[in-house]
């Protein structure tokens, strides 16, 4: 069954890179679902493409997707979807964004798919099996301390407690290792830590469409993934910590007071 769920996640997030693609040589004009926090008919049209590949094989299935919301059959499939996640970088043209789609059985990640673009690199993985670039096994880095570790994190639309608290780690952990990257597209920055670009990846106020992908595709390549203070990753929670292993007991110390703080 993975490889068929595989197969469609796969073609839905091809031919959504090819709207996106196309796209980018048109004027993109965002609407505002809040004050910087934009969307595009290009977000529209790939969740309706992806939507409908999903349907065609697999009508039963429940779907929860970024604009269009939840369409809940009771399946035991759900598949989360984010057809643009980066649409900031995607409406400036700058190189960071792309197309998410996990299936989860029972609320577990089976298969995930997050197409990078415009460099367009296709991401996978099925449970148990690894994680894959273009075909090509991929696994964390063995970086083994902070101060040796290049991390990446992302700031929500929010301005508020949360927003605070992550510039306070954000001052902390550019202090403490070689720097930390914000390139606004959690789902790519996610999978930059599966494929070892960046040691470690933390972010606060995400949403379930955010992280379904890129949490299996960062265990699946050796690393590991939770909440900010340590708890099982829950994708209804809003906040993760996904690092290559060795770091994360060392991040979670300073992650952990500070979420604490906020609840
Ligand atoms: C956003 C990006 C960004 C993160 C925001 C997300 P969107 O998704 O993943 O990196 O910081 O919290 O909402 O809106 O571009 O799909
Ligand atoms: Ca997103
Ligand atoms: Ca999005």
């Known amino acids: 069954m993975n490889i068929e769920l595989l197969a469609v996640a796969e073609l839905a997030a091809r031919d959504a890179g090819q709207i996106i ?3 980018l040589n048109q004027p993109r004009r965002p609407d505002y679902k809040g004050q910087t926090d934009l969307v595009t008919k290009t977000d529209r049209e790939c969740e309706d493409l992806i939507i409908k590949h999903i349907n065609s094989e697999f009508p039963g299935h429940s779907i929860l997707a970024e604009e269009s919301g939840a369409q809940d059959t009771k399946s035991d499939y759900q598949w989360v979807i984010d057809p643009l996640d980066g649409t900031t970088n995607f409406v400036h043209g700058y190189p960071s964004f792309g197309v998410s789609i996990a299936c989860l059985r029972s609320g577990i990640p089976e298969v995930a798919v997050i197409l990078e673009l415009p ?12 994680a894959f670039v273009d075909g090509h096994k991929i696994k964390v880095s063995n970086t083994e301390t902070l101060n040796e570790s290049l991390l990446v994190t992302g700031f929500g639309y929010d301005h508020g407690n949360k927003w605070e608290a992550n510039m306070k780690l954000f001052k902390h952990f550019t202090d403490k290792s070689q720097g930390v990257r914000r390139l606004g597209a959690a789902a790519i920055d996610l999978c930059h830590v599966a494929c070892g670009f960046v040691d470690g990846f933390w972010e606060f106020d995400l949403k379930p469409w955010d992280m379904a992908a890129g949490i299996l595709m960062v265990s ?13 990753i829950d994708i209804y929670q809003d906040h993760i910590l996904a690092t290559n292993g060795n770091i994360h007991e060392i991040m979670l110390k300073h992650t952990k007071p500070v979420l604490e703080l906020l609840l």
């Not at 460099?119 to 690894?130: D, I, P």
């Open 21 to 23: 693609l196309a796209a």
């Open 119 to 130: 460099v367009n690199r296709l991401f996978t993985t099925v449970k148990s099996q690894g």
């Open 220 to 232: 699946e390549a050796g690393g590991k993934v939770s909440q900010l203070n340590g708890i099982n």
